[in-house]
């Protein structure tokens, strides 16, 4: 098993662009966790889903962050309109277990 | 309100040593897990060991094992015969109700050759 994957492993925009991070969970996990961590706050939980459905969104931050979840191999987090304050490294983590992914290390400009 | 508290903010070790890394916590729940994780300098999040709160032994896993001593609220972290590679920064985290993991600010560990 390829174990978490994540793309992009860095990405860096402009304040005011959008941006889509994507997951691709270990098949046959059915939850699934995005976290966001930087130095001020540490690791925060955003959102999770379990069986493809959001559970707990109650750490994304603010309306400019929503996430999806299509199918069972598959979720995205956007950010739209994109700010400086949202540059961190985001990760995506599956299975009760919570493997996570590699990270996107986000800078916005 | 579930809480992680990691009162080590740095660790410095020599090679070959054993290391102990703190970690209590607080949750007025009866069923819980406690995770502990590494993150080097490379940034990705690797799982290391599980116990849950009905375990009744202690989890170890290669060299790693969880000192859970569950009356006092403490998950300490036992790295036994330190290596180079193991410095890192390592965090703490709980699961309990929700599936979702509260993480606590973590510990850079130093292992000195």
């Known amino acids: 098993d390829a174990g978490v994957i994540q793309s992009p492993r860095h990405e860096v925009t402009e304040m005011g662009q959008e941006v889509t991070l994507r997951c691709k969970p270990i098949s046959g996990h059915n939850s699934l966790f995005w976290y966001r961590q930087t130095m001020m706050r540490g690791l925060e939980l955003l959102i999770y889903f379990n069986n493809n459905v959001p559970i707990d969104d109650s750490g994304m931050p603010e309306d400019r962050f929503s996430a999806k979840m299509p199918n069972a191999s598959f979720s995205t987090l956007k950010i739209q309109p994109s700010e400086p304050r949202d540059s961190a490294v985001y990760f995506c983590a599956s299975g009760i277990e919570q493997f996570f992914g590699p990270g996107t290390r986000l800078t916005v400009l | 309100a579930q809480k992680i508290t990691q009162t080590q903010p740095g660790m410095f070790v020599q090679e070959k040593e054993a290391v102990t890394l703190d970690c209590t916590y607080d949750?007025?729940?009866?069923?819980?897990?406690l995770f502990w994780y590494k993150q080097p300098s490379s940034g990705e999040m690797i799982f290391l060991i599980y116990?849950?709160?009905?375990?009744?032994q202690n989890a170890t896993e290669g060299r790693y094992s969880l000192n859970f001593q569950k009356a006092r609220k403490s998950a300490n972290l036992v790295i036994s015969a330190s290596q180079l590679g193991d410095s890192a920064m390592y965090f703490c985290a709980m699961r309990a109700g929700a599936q979702k993991l509260v993480f606590g600010q973590g510990t850079r560990l130093t292992i000195n050759p």
């Open positions: 116990q849950g709160s009905y375990d009744e």
């Open positions: 949750t007025s729940d009866q069923s819980y897990g």
